[in-house]
């Protein structure tokens, strides 16, 4: 049989796509346009409520929360915890430090922490070391009797194996006599380092407001400058805390726990059941539980706790697949939870069912990928398929300015966020299928890698730090290879034989795969 000539391949092909290609992705199109609205209005009330309330009105904690100074002696013997109403001014306060083979942090933490102003007979700090490492186990205990020597009640605590990771550590940790004795507990992890008036500013709020569960404090980023990548991790988590946290806070007394930087009355985590392994988002397992038992909750952003964000690509992928299958699996295993309580209003179970979880934990990492990854570059070779300039154009670029207006000073790099967060949806679309369908790798958990200080080491370091293949064949991601060459095919036959209108986006979104796929991002530390 003789070869097709280009004349029909170009007509079999246009048959095939009228027939089979066109109307399924017509469909395709639509079901994203439907989600790319339902994240619109998602975004648009929570960006308003922040504005708005937070910062026009300066509606502050502060002002709607009773808050008043602790009182009673601070250092040296006892301290006075009893004012002359008869309240405990002083409360007993548990601080826990999870950590896991934290070679490069760990002593930020402990000395951070053992640092807090409190009185030192109302606080116990409690390092939770589910270390692995025999030598990295001796270091964190020796770190621990030396501050122990000098009088601060701290105690190192270890299990024989590593159930339920960080919610099994923080569970034993509470069950132990001496914590039952605490009315709160801090959590930081181990890059966290708190102010030492870091309880003088935050228990207040629940001594004096007992319906709230929970003060959580904004994150500082230590190391946000050391490569591009890190700026835009800073970007999306600046815009989490000014805008999510913000809202849910004021709106509905809820958001999610971040799992560190954060005081919870211990009280409210029994009453919701304690900890528990079942997701690998054991912070927001919590979070949901506490507010069906109609806890409120606060979110403080002027006190901020200085930590550490992923500098490497090989961390942050971990870090965002742990994140995202734990929040997609989380609305799995208790939508028909929230459905059938009975303790809270509908308006609520519809912001915790719909909004909080369905919205922004399941659609938004699926829309992303599949619409902008996917669909669009799939119609440049489609003709027959029309996308609306209003799902094309208008929805991305609002949603593209409300997250600017919150990040003022990162202008510049809104682009290289766009490319960047569009590369990323890839894996979480990948994580929250595996969530929500409870595949093979629903409850893998690795401890996202830390630098500590080697970060200050070297203050000249580039946007993009190269990384060489040849030195570690771990660094070539080959899903973002094939995701390039499927965009630079799209890209070019809209070029060469289609309508011109998209290739330019798609060539760019294209090269970001590429520098990712080959490891040309991020901080460049030896290969494991």
């Not at 026009?56 to 808050?67: D, N």
């Not at 290879?481 to 209108?501: E, K």
């Amino acid at each position: 049989m003789a070869p097709l000539s280009a004349g029909a391949a170009a007509a079999a092909w246009a048959a095939v796509r009228a027939r089979a290609v066109a109307p399924a992705l017509t469909a395709a199109v639509w079901a994203c346009l439907a989600m790319s609205a339902m994240l619109l209005l998602e975004a648009a009330c929570m960006s308003l409520v922040s504005l708005v309330a937070v910062r026009l009105l300066r509606l502050r904690p502060e002002r709607r929360f009773k808050w008043e100074p602790m009182t009673g002696a601070l250092e040296g013997g006892e301290a006075d915890v009893e004012d002359p109403a008869g309240r405990c001014e002083f409360p007993m306060v548990l601080v826990q430090i999870p950590m896991y083979n934290e070679k490069e942090v760990y002593k930020l933490s402990i000395g951070a922490v053992c640092a807090l102003t409190w009185p030192p007979d109302r606080i116990i700090i409690q390092v939770l070391d589910d270390s692995t490492d025999p030598i990295i186990k001796e270091l964190v205990e020796l770190e621990c009797q030396e501050w122990a020597s000098k009088k601060i009640d701290i105690k190192y605590e270890i299990r024989n194996n590593r159930k339920g990771y960080k919610a099994g550590a923080l569970k034993k940790g509470m069950e132990h006599v001496y914590a039952q004795q605490c009315e709160f507990v801090a959590i930081f992890d181990a890059d966290f380092q708190p102010e030492s008036d870091f309880l003088l500013k935050t228990i207040p709020f629940l001594v004096h407001n007992p319906k709230i569960a929970l003060v959580q404090t904004r994150w500082k980023f230590v190391n946000y400058d050391a490569c591009l990548m890190t700026r835009i991790q800073k970007m999306s988590l600046d815009y989490h805390f000014k805008v999510e946290q913000e809202s849910g806070s004021f709106m509905h007394a809820f958001f999610g726990f971040n799992g560190t930087a954060g005081v919870w009355r211990v009280s409210a985590i029994n009453e919701s059941g304690g900890w528990k392994d079942r997701t690998t988002v054991e912070d927001m397992d919590l979070a949901v539980r506490a507010c069906l038992k109609e806890w409120e909750f606060l979110y403080v952003g002027d006190i901020r706790v200085k930590s550490e964000l992923p500098s490497t690509f090989k961390a942050y992928r971990h870090q965002q697949h742990r994140w995202t299958c734990g929040a997609a699996n989380l609305f799995r295993k208790m939508g028909w939870e929230i459905v059938t309580n009975k303790g809270v209003s509908i308006w609520k179970k519809w912001h915790l069912l719909y909004s909080f979880l369905f919205v922004r934990r399941v659609i938004a990492p699926i829309l992303t990928f599949l619409f902008y990854c996917v669909v669009i570059p799939l119609s440049a070779m489609v003709p027959e398929v029309h996308i609306p300039v209003w799902g094309l154009v208008y929805i991305p670029t609002a949603i593209t300015i409300m997250n600017a207006i919150r990040n003022p000073g990162s202008l510049h790099l809104m682009p290289f966020w766009i490319l960047f967060e569009n590369v990323m949806s890839m894996h979480r679309m990948r994580a929250a299928l595996t969530g929500l369908l409870e595949t093979a790798h629903v409850n893998d958990w690795v401890v996202t890698e830390k630098v500590g200080d080697v970060v200050k080491d070297d203050f000249e370091v580039p946007l993009l730090e190269p990384l060489k293949p040849t030195e570690c064949v771990e660094r070539i991601y080959i899903p973002e290879l094939l995701l390039a060459l499927y965009l630079l095919i799209c890209a070019s036959y809209d070029y060469v034989l289609g309508s011109q209108t998209y290739f330019m986006y798609i060539y760019l979104q294209a090269l970001a795969f590429i520098v990712l796929g080959f490891g040309f991002v991020g901080m460049k530390t030896p290969c494991s």
